[in-house]
């Protein structure tokens, strides 16, 4: 398997005392968009604070390309690129300008690469217009070509569509993938939302007070919650009832005129021909598909995350 890009390694914070973050184990490689999912409080932010070394670390370490963020700061961040919170710009200057500006603190960013991610980021037309003038998805964009400038391998973004419109979390979320899949970074994206998190990433860590309470591929994920809940409207709600405890394994359910079960997408034909052939007469058939949502709200709790 190739070389993690990133490695947490036993990460702890304490504050006054109290664990905040009690070990976290993890390691993101090249060109994947890892998420990294959590209520509100669970510690996602304190955790990338000291991935970028913002915040100093209880125990443990964060490796980066193999350099250790406490021991060889300089090494390390060299080859992270982030917004923590709010990517923070001069609003009576240009975007152009911003860019230049911060290129100024960072060696070795040409002309040629200002344009390279301006056009990365879509933001070509209006990269001469003043910050003050932009919306906010084109704020954070401009957020992302200030954090790409210097190639980094690693992009670490916390909360990136926050207060977005749902247009402004599509052409992030856009912006996200390709960058993954084009430029090889590793991007690893934090939120509560996860709907998002399910369009955008190809793994997702669940934290819950501090702790990683899972790992996953969203894929894999999605493969395993293959059954669906299906509502069928049939003639004779008995006579369809005693049909399906043949056909579906757990238990039906009524519910306004309706049976509800869950079952494996290719048994629905199945089910439906036998209820035919006993000449029971299907008005409707609903099928509501699974998302990670049943088996992350397991995790982490009702109400938890949006």
Known sequence: MAEPVMQLKGLKKNIKGKPIIKGLD?????GEVFGFLGPNGAGKTTTIR???????????DVLIK????????????????AIVENPEMYPFMSGRKNLIHYSRMVPGVTKERIEEVVKLVGLEKRVDDKVSKYSLGMRQRLGIAQALLHNPSILILDEPT?????SGIREIR???RRLAAEEGVAVIVSSHILSEMEMMCDRIGIIKNGELVSIQSVSDALQQSDKKEISIE???TSEAQAVLEELVEGSIKQQQGELIFTAKREDIPV??????EKNIDVYSVTVT????????LDLIGEGAIE
């Not at 000291?50 to 443990?60: A, D, I, K, N, Q």
């Not at 193999?66 to 690129?81: C, L, M, P, T």
């Not at 089910?271 to 035919?276: A, E, P, R, S, T």
């Not at 598909?289 to 992350?296: A, Q």
């Open 50 to 60: 000291m991935m970028v070394g913002l915040m100093s670390m209880t125990e443990g």
């Open 234 to 236: 049939a003639q004779s």
């Open 289 to 296: 598909r699974s998302t990670l949502e049943d088996k992350f």
């Open 66 to 81: 193999g350099h250790s963020i406490k021991k060889d700061y300089k090494q390390a961040i060299q080859y992270v690129g």
């Open 174 to 176: 856009s912006y996200i």
């Open 271 to 276: 089910i439906i021909n036998k209820l035919v």
């Open 162 to 166: 926050n207060g977005l419109d749902p």
């Open 26 to 30: 993890f390691s993101i490689y090249s």
